[in-house]
């Protein structure tokens, strides 16, 4: 039964998540916002929403590490869908699409990680208030950085021409629909916390390592869908900006989950092995980076060599906590 809740978790996830690039496209449209700024603001914040639910679900059942690691891990699998969605796309790398304007997203998402693994390693083990100073400095970074990322698109997406695609559909349909998606990822993404906790304890596997790759897989589901399905659109920027977007909001549910956590401040109370896949998921990011602002044409069985080097990664950092996580 455990793992039949997980798996109808996951299939209402990703139901929710097909709705998500479009309406958020058709919102874009109709307020005059670029694809840019909508992938890196807007939907990033409900495309988070099961890594949200789920990391604070799990903070309140006393598993600071599914919480924790679920964040980090979701990290790295957001990296690892721009290989996969460069795989199935079919218009050479995916990287030679993409303004250059996306490493502001991906630097701040970067600082925010480099912090949170930084505070894990040290454990500050400082509150105020009942919150660890070192989450609160994470929310000021935050906003300082989603104001940056909101300031650069304004200026930058001014003397965009959006052709017009959704002439016969409403703003009002497309909020709607865009909210009506949301809250049923909200309720599928409870189910998941629980449902992790009780297969980390089945497994053996520790819930560092399921937090980390078998909710954060799953909870990354919307960003998989809507993601693809906005680069199949054609609208790359937003399928790029979502995920880099969803990168720097992940990190903001460590402050969220702070609230929750009972006891010492919430980064003082998980595993190292947390810290270390916040740096694995750095390493990520940068060839991300790399690979926007070299922009190879070259390719390998369709997939670029950015592509390439985030999935071999991937893998390599899985196949280490994983031996870490036995060891330990």
């Known amino acids: 039964m455990v793992w039949l809740y997980f798996f109808v978790s996951a299939a209402l996830i990703v139901y929710a998540g097909m709705s998500l690039s479009k309406n958020a496209d058709i919102i874009a449209e109709k307020t005059g916002l670029g694809g840019a700024l909508i992938g890196a603001l807007l939907l990033p914040v409900v495309t988070s929403l099961p890594e949200i639910v789920t990391s604070a679900q799990a903070a309140i059942i006393g598993n600071p590490d599914i919480a924790v690691g679920n964040v980090f891990g979701s990290n790295m699998f957001n990296i690892v869908i721009i290989a996969i969605v460069d795989l199935v796309q079919g ?9 250059l304007g996306h490493i502001l997203t991906a ?23 009942g919150i660890g100073i070192d989450t609160l400095i994470l929310l000021l970074v935050y906003l300082a950085g989603t104001r940056l990322i909101l300031r650069y698109n304004r200026r930058h997406n001014l003397e965009e021409e959006n052709e017009e695609v959704y002439s016969n559909i409403s703003l009002k349909k497309g909020i709607i ?10 309720f599928s993404g409870r189910m998941l916390a629980n449902t992790g906790n009780e297969i980390a304890q089945i497994t053996g596997l520790g819930s560092s390592f399921v937090g980390s790759f078998l909710i954060a897989i799953t909870t990354s589901l919307p960003e998989l869908v809507a993601t693809f399905t906005a680069a ?22 460590i402050f969220l989950t702070d609230l929750f956590y009972v006891g010492n401040p919430v980064l003082s109370s998980i595993s190292i092995e947390n810290g270390i896949t916040g740096l694995f998921g750095i390493c990520l990011s940068v060839i991300a980076i790399i690979g926007i602002i070299y922009r190879s044409r070259k ?9 390439w080097a985030i999935v071999i990664g991937y893998i390599l950092a899985a196949l280490l906590l994983f031996n870490l996580g036995i060891n330990l």
């Open 177 to 186: 629909g865009f909210i009506i998606s949301g809250i049923i990822i909200v």
């Open 107 to 129: 630097g701040i998402g970067i600082l925010l990680s480099a912090l949170a693994a930084a505070f894990i390693i040290i454990k500050m083990n400082i509150a105020i208030f």
């Open 232 to 253: 199949k659109m054609g609208a790359f920027d937003m399928a790029i900006g979502n995920i880099l977007g969803a990168n720097v909001m992940n990190i903001l549910i």
């Open 91 to 99: 218009r050479g790398p995916l990287m030679i699409h993409i303004k």
């Open 299 to 307: 390719s390998v069985f369709t997939l670029g060599y950015d592509s």
